[in-house]
C-alpha cells in the first residue's frame, strides 16, 4: 500500500435501496499527535503491507523540498486550498477529493509551522502515503497531476529526488546496516545523522506520522523484519518508538476503512451499472421491434 492527517471514516450507511459511501473528515487523525490513540508497547511488522503498483515509482520519484521557515507571513489555508483548484480544474472523484482536500488542510497547517523542516524521510512517507490513498485511481496521468498540483499548493517543489535516492538506498541494505548509519560515510547516511542531530536536539525537528510511515517503508525496502529492528532504529535516530508505534497503527486502520470504503463504492458503481444495462433491455427491444416493422413495410411496399 506513507504523513495523512487527520481522516476519519463513517463507514457505509445501509438502506433498503442502496448502500452510500460516508466518509467524513474528523480531528487531525494522522498529522496530530493526540494522546486519544493508545500507545502500543509493541509493534508488529506484519500489521502493515505498503503495496507497489505499476504507478506508485513516478510518486516516489518526487518528493517535497526544503525548509520553511523562509515564509515570514504563512498564507491562509483557503489561499493554499484555493492554489490546488487552480491547478488542478478537473472534477475529481468524491471518495478521493473527501480525503485529499482534508489532507492538504492538515499539511499546510504541519507546513508552516516554525519548527518544520523537510527532509527525505519525511519525503518518502508523503509519496507512499499518497500512493496508497490514491491506489485504484482511474487514469495514472491525473494521479500524477493531482500530485503535482498538491504540492506547489504548499510551495514545495514536487520535482526532488530525496525519496526515491532513500529507496534505492534501503533496498541495498539489511538490518545490520539500516541501524548502523551512524558510522558509515554517504549521502543518505549523511542525511540520516542529520536528523538523528536535530532530533537529538541540536536543531529544528518535527515529528510528524508522515515521517513514521516513511521509516517503516524504510526497513520494508531493507527487508529488515524482525520487531526489534524498529526499536534500534528509532534509537538510532533519537526517535520515541511508542509515537513510531501508535502512528503506524493508526495508519493502517485508516488504509483497512479506505480499502473498505473504495470496495464498496466499485460494488455500488457496478449495481448502478447493471441497474442502466437493465433498463436499456427494454429500450434495445421497442428498437428491434420497430426495425423490424419497419423492415416489413418496406418488403410489403416494394
Not at 477529493?97 to 499539511?107: D, F, G, K, R, Y
Not at 497547517?109 to 527532509?119: E, G, P, Q, S, W
Not at 493502517?252 to 448502478?272: D, F, G, P
Amino acid at each position: 500500500m506513507a504523513t495523512v492527517t487527520s481522516l476519519s471514516f463513517c463507514g457505509v450507511a445501509q438502506s433498503p435501496s442502496d448502500r452510500k459511501l460516508c466518509l467524513s473528515s474528523s480531528a487531525r487523525c494522522l498529522l496530530s499527535n493526540s494522546d486519544a490513540f493508545r500507545v502500543r508497547s509493541s509493534f508488529s511488522f506484519h500489521s502493515i503491507s505498503f503495496r507497489a503498483s505499476n504507478s506508485s515509482s513516478r510518486f516516489v520519484v518526487h518528493c517535497m523540498s526544503s525548509g520553511s521557515g523562509k515564509f515570514s507571513s504563512p498564507p491562509p489555508v483557503s489561499e493554499t486550498k484555493l492554489k490546488f483548484l487552480n491547478s488542478y480544474k478537473r472534477p475529481i472523484p468524491s471518495i478521493y477529493n473527501t480525503v485529499l482536500q482534508e489532507l492538504i488542510v492538515q499539511q499546510h497547517l504541519m507546513r508552516y509551522k516554525k519548527t518544520y523542516r523537510y527532509d527525505a524521510v519525511f519525503a518518502l512517507g508523503f509519496v507512499t502515503v499518497y500512493d496508497q490513498l490514491m491506489e485504484g485511481y482511474p487514469s495514472d496521468d491525473d494521479r500524477e497531476a493531482i500530485f503535482q498540483a498538491y504540492i506547489n499548493a504548499l510551495n514545495e517543489d514536487p520535482q526532488q529526488g530525496d525519496a526515491e535516492k532513500l529507496e534505492m538506498w534501503a533496498r541495498a541494505q539489511n538490518s545490520s546496516s539500516l541501524v548502523d548509519f551512524s558510522s558509515k560515510a554517504g549521502e543518505i547516511e549523511d542525511i540520516l545523522k542529520d536528523i538523528a542531530d536535530r532530533a537529538g536536539g541540536n536543531g529544528s525537528f518535527s515529528y510528524s506520522r508522515f515521517f513514521a510511515v516513511g521509516l517503516f517503508r524504510l526497513l520494508e525496502l531493507a527487508n529488515a523484519t524482525e520487531p526489534t529492528i524498529l526499536e534500534k532504529l528509532c534509537g538510532a535516530l533519537n526517535i520515541d518508538k511508542r509515537s513510531v508505534d501508535r502512528d503506524l497503527d493508526v495508519y493502517r486502520n485508516l488504509l483497512s476503512k479506505l480499502v473498505q470504503a473504495k470496495e464498496l463504492l466499485k460494488e455500488y458503481v457496478e449495481r448502478e451499472k447493471k441497474k442502466q444495462e437493465e433498463r436499456s433491455e427494454p429500450q434495445k427491444a421497442n428498437e428491434a421491434v420497430k426495425n423490424c416493422l419497419a423492415e416489413n413495410q418496406y418488403a410489403t411496399k416494394y
